[in-house]
């Protein structure tokens, strides 16, 4: 009979209720008893991944916040064995680009176990930081250089975990008294490199935030392509501009025949897609990958991994559905 793994954040559900629920539905769905991995801070989940993979698992459900998912997505890049997604975070950011079902645990163990498979993309950052050391790891939603790494790394997480998303307003108010331009040379493709002077630059496989904040409008998650978008604010109305841009024109994308309005670049901000961006810093800056703070990088080298991952989807969801 297949089995499936289930790797869990301790800190947001224990192992006694996973099995109260995950159980049940295993032995009716004709699985084998399912293993169950704790994750550690030290440890997000990679390892534990890994360990289901040598342990032969035909499933392994995540179960957590957007970090547990990276870090198992990472270790099942291009395995082929499927990732089932049990959001438990403040932010389920794939989850909610995926349109899945939040904090209902039954509903997502049965996704596991009788669900269907999904390819889609992973993006794979490589850096290299000041020291000369080199990193890679994988994303699936956004990585982000800049302003949007510094809320993250300002963020306080004892606050986090008892206001949940209104956290992010006083990190981001500290993160923009320090915020400066990052000088960079950027090249997209194979494109001629650029220079720049930008407050921030973001890649997407994804193009929705929480609260369904819509800041890349045509990103798909299984289109091949990372989108990018860079924040240049252009004196005292330049961050009001860039709000109304996500918060409201990027919104109207919603609205059944309305004009597509989200890739239109102003001087605050401008869109890019590419499947490869490298970027040169002159001053290490900070990078986070699906709000995970990484540290102080100096290069980073992003591509797409298409159809890198196997996500495992409700019982009768279809290529149409999304």
């Given at each position: 009979?297949?089995?499936?793994?289930?790797?869990?954040?301790?800190?947001?559900?224990?192992v006694e209720?996973?099995?109260?629920?995950?159980d049940?539905?295993?032995?009716?769905?004709?699985?084998?008893e399912?293993?169950?991995?704790?994750?550690?801070?030290?440890d997000?989940?990679?390892?534990?991944?890994?360990?289901a993979?040598?342990r032969?698992?035909?499933?392994?459900?995540?179960?957590?916040?957007?970090?547990?998912?990276r870090?198992?997505?990472?270790?099942?890049?291009d395995?082929?064995?499927?990732?089932?997604?049990?959001?438990?975070?403040?932010?389920?950011?794939?989850?909610?680009?995926?349109?899945?079902?939040?904090?209902?645990?039954?509903?997502?163990?049965?996704?596991?176990?009788?669900?269907?498979?999904?390819?889609?993309?992973?993006?794979?950052?490589?850096?290299?930081r000041k020291?000369?050391?080199?990193?890679?790891?994988?994303?699936l939603?956004?990585?982000?250089l800049?302003l949007?790494?510094?809320?993250?790394s300002?963020?306080?997480?004892?606050?986090?975990?008892k206001?949940g998303?209104?956290?992010?307003v006083?990190s981001?108010?500290e993160?923009?008294?320090?915020?400066?331009?990052?000088?960079l040379?950027?090249?997209?493709?194979n494109?001629?490199p650029q220079?720049?002077?930008?407050?921030t630059?973001?890649v997407?496989?994804?193009?929705?935030?929480?609260?369904?904040?819509?800041?890349?409008?045509?990103a798909?998650?299984?289109?091949?392509?990372?989108?990018?978008?860079?924040?240049?604010?252009?004196g005292?109305f330049?961050?009001?501009?860039?709000?109304?841009?996500?918060?409201?024109?990027?919104?109207?994308?919603?609205?059944?025949?309305?004009k597509?309005?989200?890739?239109?670049?102003n001087?605050?901000?401008?869109?890019q897609?590419?499947?490869r961006?490298?970027?040169?810093?002159?001053?290490?800056?900070?990078?986070?990958?699906?709000?995970?703070?990484?540290?102080?990088?100096l290069?980073?080298r992003?591509?797409v991994d298409?159809?890198g991952?196997?996500?495992r989807?409700?019982?009768?969801?279809?290529?149409?559905?999304?």
């Open positions: 009979m297949p089995t499936a793994a289930v790797v869990f954040n301790p800190v947001k559900i224990s209720d996973l099995r109260e629920t995950i049940p539905i295993a032995e009716r769905s004709g699985w084998s399912s293993m169950y991995l704790e994750t550690s801070e030290d997000p989940g990679t390892g534990m991944a890994k360990e993979l040598e032969n698992a035909d499933v392994v459900l995540a179960v957590g916040g957007d970090g547990t998912v870090a198992v997505a990472e270790a099942l890049r395995t082929g064995t499927p990732l089932a997604l049990a959001p438990q975070g403040t932010g389920n950011l794939l989850a909610r680009n995926l349109e899945l079902t939040l904090d209902n645990l039954k509903e997502s163990a049965e996704a596991a176990f009788v669900g269907v498979d999904r390819p889609i993309d992973l993006g794979v950052a490589t850096w290299s020291d000369g050391s080199q990193e890679e790891h994988s994303f939603v956004m990585a982000g800049g949007d790494a510094q809320m993250i300002n963020t306080d997480e004892e606050l986090k975990s206001v998303a209104l956290a992010y006083k981001i108010v993160s923009l008294k320090h915020n400066h331009r990052m000088r040379v950027y090249q997209l493709d494109n001629q220079r720049g002077k930008i407050h630059v973001m997407g496989n994804c193009g929705s935030l929480q609260n369904n904040i819509l800041l890349l409008p045509d798909a998650v299984d289109d091949g392509m990372l989108d990018i978008i860079a924040l240049q604010p252009q005292i330049g961050w009001p501009q860039i709000l109304w841009k996500v918060l409201v024109e990027n919104a109207l994308l919603r609205l059944p025949g309305t597509q309005l989200g890739q239109k670049d001087e605050h901000l401008s869109y897609q590419a499947q961006i490298e970027l040169s810093l002159r001053d290490p800056q900070e990078i986070e990958l699906d709000g995970d703070h990484f540290g102080e990088v290069a980073v992003v591509t298409p159809g991952l196997i996500v989807m409700p019982a009768g969801w279809t290529p149409s559905d999304n």
